[in-house]
């Protein structure tokens, strides 16, 4: 688990262009931390407070909510890299949309086009990006820990954009962004928002750092949360690392429960040897039109991506009306201009 990050960058950030001062606070000059990591990272969902939660989600729903020329500017001439270990398709191009909707510069570096194939260190090729310039770096990467790495050693802010089968904050975020919208809460989020609510999260819990990400938020909202799977896919340490977690193998039992359905793929490219046998798998815990009417037929339905129709999910209830993917993905642009705006505005949101 990544340390919490609440230290100060070595310089202050370049102010707000005054067309764009309105839509965000000013940048705050900051002093050196001891561990040099930047208050604008974020590495993991634990080291935000509840208020800090609320702030990046308020943020989000403004910026989502204007025409798109009140922000155009907000982060004009800023430089951003996106750093990518491993493949991806809605993180890395909701990031690099919303980089671009604030007006900032983003490139793209990955292992198959980089000195990284060659053999460089993850800490190399942060110090080179930033020698040229790049003023944060969103990280994905298959090693757990790799973005507070990367953090301590240029200095500069990182946004985890998902990290072995360690965290996915910014997925977390939008998540609560989606449920909330759904469910008709307050953006404002406190210990008792999610009160009643049970979110069954099913399928590859073992691999997933989604699910690891939304059972150390949404408890902290009141939520019970249910990790649904086949047993050897399922942490028997899960429960005493997160507190607020049940596990179950019945699928249908905790979809009686439940209020939102979260759907995940089996990790295939993590299984390094587990033997799944998907035909029982099908059977046990795809959620179908039968299963969902029969168990819990007014449920939010989620999924984070990618999606495996006719595994996990089926495509009438993956593009029926209780679901929310779409929404998911929209929702992923707005949190992730929120979180840019935040990591070069000094850690404030």
Known sequence: MSPATKSASKSAPKSVPKKAAAQAPQPKATTPPADGIHPGSLLSITQLSLEEVSNILALAERLA??????????????????????????????????????GAMTTLVSDKSSSIEKGESLKDTGLTLRALGAECIILRHNASGSPYLLAKHTGLPVLNAGDGMHEHPSQALLDLRTILSRLGKKQAVTETTLD?????????????????????????????????????????????????????RDFDKALQQSQVAMMLRIQKERLAGMQIDLADYQKQYQLHEDRYFKHAPNAVVMHPGPMIRGLEITADIADGPSSAIEEQVRNGLAIRMALLARALNGGAA
């Open 196 to 248: 009643g609510i049970t979110v069954c999260i099913t399928g590859d819990i073992l691999h997933s750092r989604v699910a690891r990400s939304n059972a150390l938020l949404l408890p902290r909202l009141g939520a019970k949360v249910i990790l649904c799977g086949p047993q050897q896919l399922l942490p028997p340490e899960a429960v005493d690392l997160y507190p607020g977690i049940t596990l179950e």
């Open 65 to 102: 909510g204007e025409s798109s020329s009140k922000h155009a500017t907000l982060l004009e001439n800023r430089k951003l890299a996106l750093l990518f270990y491993e493949s991806s398709t809605r993180t890395r191009t909701s990031f690099e949309l919303a980089a671009k909707s604030l």
